[in-house]
C-alpha cells in the first residue's frame, strides 16, 4: 500500500482520467477517432517490450550493449509498460464505443451485477485457487475451472443472495 509510488502513480492516473472524461462527449469522438492508431500503439508498445526482454536472453555477456546502465534499460521497460497501459485501454475504449454502445437486453443486468462481481471475483479467485492449486490440474484445466467457477460462483452469489 505504502512502497509502491510507481504502481500508484501509474493507476491512480488512469482512474482520474477516466473519472474526469468519462462523460465528455469530445473525449469519445477522439477516442473513437483514434482506436486504430491506439491499437497499432499497443501492439507496437508490446513487440518493444518483448524485444527488451529477448533482447535480455540473447545477447552475449561481452555485448557492448550490456555495457549501457542498468537505469536506461529500466526506463525502456518502464515506458514501453505504461505506454501499452494507455494506449491499450484507449484501443478498448474506442472498438468498444464503435461495436457495444447500442442497446442490449442483458444491459441492466449487467449495470445492476458489476459492482458486486467486482467485489467477489477476487475472493472467489483465491478460494478457487486454494482448492485448485493441490490437484496440479496443469496449464489448461486449471485455468478453465478457475475462470468457470469465479464466472459462476459470480452469478450464484449475485443470483441467489445480493439480488435477494
Known amino acids: 500500500l505504502l512502497g509502491d509510488w510507481y504502481q500508484h502513480a501509474k493507476y491512480a492516473?488512469?482512474?482520474l482520467a477516466g473519472y474526469l472524461l468519462g462523460r465528455e462527449p469530445v473525449f469519445w469522438e477522439r477516442v473513437v477517432a483514434l482506436r486504430r492508431t491506439t491499437l497499432w500503439l499497443a501492439l507496437a508498445a508490446v513487440g518493444w517490450y518483448l524485444g527488451l526482454r529477448i533482447l535480455g536472453q540473447v545477447l552475449p555477456?561481452?555485448?557492448q550493449l550490456r555495457q549501457w546502465p542498468e537505469p536506461f534499460w529500466d526506463l525502456q521497460g518502464r515506458a514501453s509498460q505504461s505506454l501499452y497501459v494507455w494506449t491499450a485501454l484507449l484501443a478498448i475504449l474506442g472498438?468498444?464505443?464503435v461495436f457495444l454502445d447500442r442497446p442490449f437486453r442483458w444491459l441492466p443486468?449487467?449495470?445492476?451485477?458489476?459492482?458486486?462481481w467486482y467485489?467477489?471475483?477476487?475472493?472467489?479467485?483465491?478460494?478457487?485457487l486454494f482448492w485448485?492449486?493441490?490437484l496440479q490440474l496443469g496449464p489448461w484445466m486449471e485455468p478453465a475451472l478457475l475462470l468457470a467457477g469465479t464466472v459462476g460462483g459470480c452469478l450464484l452469489i449475485h443470483e441467489l443472495l445480493i439480488r435477494r
Open 61 to 63: 555477456a561481452d555485448s
Open 13 to 15: 492516473t488512469v482512474f
Open 95 to 97: 472498438w468498444g464505443k
Open 119 to 128: 467485489m467477489l471475483h477476487q475472493s472467489l479467485i483465491i478460494v478457487l
Open 109 to 116: 443486468y449487467c449495470t445492476e451485477a458489476i459492482y458486486p
Open 132 to 134: 485448485l492449486k493441490p
